[in-house]
């Protein structure tokens, strides 16, 4: 069936760093790819998704290329705030109607 | 901007003791759905409920489940029976014709 792998946390970077939190997963077909980031204490929310083979989603500068050669939907942001600390989840969705989560990866951003 | 509201955002109940989840998804939207977090670990797909039934749900969602949209407004989940383990964070969700999933801020529920 569908999975979603994402590197082990948590990751600790310092302010002004940059982020870069790998995803792969196995699918069939053609499923789209999201991005959720879960604040403390807080619900999931969509922070960026790609539907198609080297679509691009951006948001809040934080950016994910969708690579079908390579089964992977990295996220990456240039410079990461103390405020980017937060849950990532990895997410895929096919055919059906759920969405399959990877295990979430935290980050935290010191000063 | 619209967003999905659940209630209550907590609930304690007692094993054995039914419970109703509450959930306003967001007005225009079609689909809805319900999610759940244990404690540390991934968030897994419970139901999805399209056109006043269900349109596919996963081996976590038994007989002790349900789901209902009682005035088209609201979207509840029920357990009838609750366990030790049917603690965790319950997540509703929405989507509309794109079918992009919104979640809500989550219901926590402990069973003691």
């Known amino acids: 069936g569908d999975s979603v792998t994402q590197m082990e946390g948590p990751v600790t970077l310092s302010e002004e760093a940059f982020l870069t939190i790998n995803c792969t997963y196995t699918a069939t077909g053609y499923p789209s790819l999201f991005w959720y980031v879960q604040y403390p204490g807080e619900g999931l929310q969509l922070l960026l998704k790609?539907?198609?083979?080297?679509d691009k989603g951006s948001n809040k500068g934080f950016e994910a290329t969708y690579r079908k050669e390579t089964t992977s939907f990295h996220l990456e942001k240039g410079s990461v705030q103390v405020s980017d600390s937060a849950v990532y989840f990895c997410a895929l969705k096919n055919s059906g109607y759920a969405l399959n989560f990877g295990k979430g990866t935290s980050l935290l951003v010191t000063p | 901007e619209p967003e999905v509201t659940q209630t209550p955002s907590h609930q304690v109940t007692q094993m054995g003791q039914e419970v109703i989840l509450r959930c306003v998804p967001i007005s225009n939207h079609l689909y809805f759905y319900w999610y759940r977090q244990i404690l540390g670990q991934k968030v897994e797909f419970l139901v999805s409920?399209?056109?006043?039934?269900?349109?596919?749900k996963s081996e976590i969602f038994d007989d002790q489940f349900s789901v209902e949209r009682p005035d088209g407004s609201n979207f509840t989940l029920k357990i009838r029976s609750t366990k030790l383990e049917d603690s965790a964070m319950y997540f509703c969700?929405?989507?509309?014709?794109?079918?992009?999933?919104?979640f809500g801020p989550g219901t926590r529920l402990l069973v003691l």
């Open positions: 790609a539907t198609k083979a080297d």
């Open positions: 969700a929405s989507a509309g014709l794109e079918e992009t999933q919104y």
């Open positions: 409920f399209y056109n006043n039934e269900i349109s596919e």
